[in-house]
């Protein structure tokens, strides 16, 4: 019933998307030639016809380009904005192409103004749309219709984690009727859902048909029987998933290789080991670094002059951290302590009585962070990645928290993610490695632009800044 509804809705989404196509070029041929605004800019324009001809190719176009990038499967659990995302990846796309059609057919009289505003129009009403069908089909789900039927083999960490992302998640239309397992006795429950029976009463439940998936969710000891549950899920014809039990270990979007057939998932993918994503990101660094320093300069000789005339000692505060690969380095900052003996091996604290009056201006504006410009310069950190520790609390922490140590598979930076969401100074250590991981395996060079503007304009100002 539910594969039936499927194709229905998979139909009408085509129908409404081909409408909204057609909506949004008309109305944007309407802005273009008959607003105002347009008028006198439309000298020498191509009649009515010619454009609305154009729509017999470009709706089948739009449909045929909406269904290569799978934007009719089902996104029941598919976050808003990555559908936005896919909206505006494929509208822009089509664009492309249409400007290549038309350059191909040597239409230089058709108005590119009215096709930018078509793919803006575009999108605004498509994202619209699509919002509207999910508010609607949550709504109806939440209703107990239109809902998909799953059974769970195997009870494990995997099984529970699954049921609870369910029962949080009514909209997404997913019912778990039951569980079967071999170590679990019949009639264990977890969050409603019953452990009916062993696992080889697969072989009577499948031939009833009447279940839309089977999740597998075996527990890590019971892996040896994989292969002979998903051939006997497959027989029967029903959409089977894999839910492995190593969630702890392997990241939600793992990184496979394929070794002349063999499949291999890499434990942890980093995007800045690939060369041209390293190269990339080596030169925004030294390229900000120059830019930073020369900003910045007349803030260094300010807070150099007022280092000198508060206190002792010297202006720079050298100090090693722990960097990429675990390799010591020198870190660099604006003294902002009293010189006193071991005053670095301790966490700054709230008031610290360690800490001058210049040194609390300099820490609250992050001020005292702008020699780091010299540690990116020479490739010993970055503008963006976590920030680095002391090796006495490497130590520590790699002791007690789990990842820690996976920091250092990037250059440590003088801002990061963690900062920029509020974890400097004395915040959550485990919150922060959150934070870093990531960073480290969603990279982009966008992302890298996200953070610098985001410290520009709010990150300065820290009250975690001791």
């Not at 509804?5 to 989404?13: A, D, E, L, T």
């Not at 960097?323 to 006193?340: A, C, D, S, V, W």
Request: charged content about 20%; aromatic content about 12%.
């Amino acid at each position: 019933m539910i594969k039936d509804n499927q194709k229905v809705f998979n139909r009408i989404h085509v129908l409404l998307d081909a409408a909204i196509v057609a909506v949004s070029y008309c109305l944007a041929w309407l802005i273009k030639f008959r607003l105002p605004y347009f008028v006198d800019d439309n000298a020498g324009a191509l009649p009515m016809a010619t454009y609305m001809n154009a729509l017999f190719l470009l709706v089948p176009g739009y449909i045929a380009l909406y269904t290569f990038f799978n934007m009719y499967t089902p996104k029941r659990a598919t976050r808003r904005k990555y559908e936005i995302i896919s909206i505006i990846q494929t509208n822009t796309i089509g664009i492309l192409f249409l400007m290549v059609a038309l350059f191909i057919l040597k239409q230089e009289d058709f108005s590119r103004q009215m096709i930018f505003i078509f793919y803006v129009l575009n999108i605004i009403f498509s994202t619209l749309a699509r919002f509207a069908l999910r508010s609607g089909l949550q709504y109806i789900r939440r209703m107990r219709y239109n809902l998909r039927y799953i059974l769970l083999v195997g009870y494990s960490r995997a099984a529970e984690e699954y049921i609870t992302r369910i029962n949080q998640n009514p909209q997404w239309g997913y019912v778990v009727r039951a569980i079967l397992d071999d170590r679990i006795p019949r009639g264990t429950m977890y969050k409603g859902v019953k452990v009916v029976g062993r696992i080889e009463n697969l072989l009577y439940i499948l031939p009833e048909n009447k279940l839309d998936e089977i999740a597998i969710t075996l527990s890590l000891s019971d892996y040896d029987q994989l292969e002979e549950i998903i051939d006997l899920c497959e027989k029967s014809g029903v959409h089977t998933k894999f839910i492995p039990d190593y969630n702890a270990l392997v990241p939600s979007r793992p990184y496979t290789e394929d070794l002349m057939g063999l499949p291999v998932i890499n434990i942890r993918y980093v995007p800045l080991t690939n060369t041209i994503n390293w190269l990339i990101k080596r030169g925004v660094d030294i390229v900000g670094a120059i830019v930073g320093l020369i900003v910045f300069s007349p803030f260094m000789l300010a807070a150099a002059i007022g280092i000198r005339l508060s206190s002792r000692g010297p202006i720079i505060f050298k100090q090693e951290r722990v960097g990429l690969q675990n390799k010591p380095f020198h870190i660099y900052k604006f003294r902002t302590m009293e010189m006193k003996k071991d005053s670095s091996r301790s966490w700054t604290i709230k008031d610290d009585p360690r800490v001058t009056k210049i040194g609390k201006l300099l820490r609250s504006t992050s001020i005292d962070e702008v020699p780091q410009f010299f540690n990116i310069l020479i490739g010993e950190m970055s503008l963006v990645g976590p920030r680095p520790e002391q090796s006495l609390f490497v130590e520590q922490f790699k002791e007690e928290i789990p990842r820690y140590m996976i920091k250092h598979q990037v250059r440590p930076g003088l801002t990061g993610w963690a900062q920029i969401n509020g974890l400097r100074g004395d915040t959550s250590i485990r919150k922060r490695i959150e934070y870093d991981i990531f960073y480290i395996e969603n990279w982009s060079f966008f992302l890298d632009v996200k953070i610098i503007l985001m410290t520009i304009f709010k990150g300065f100002i820290s009250k975690n800044a001791y």
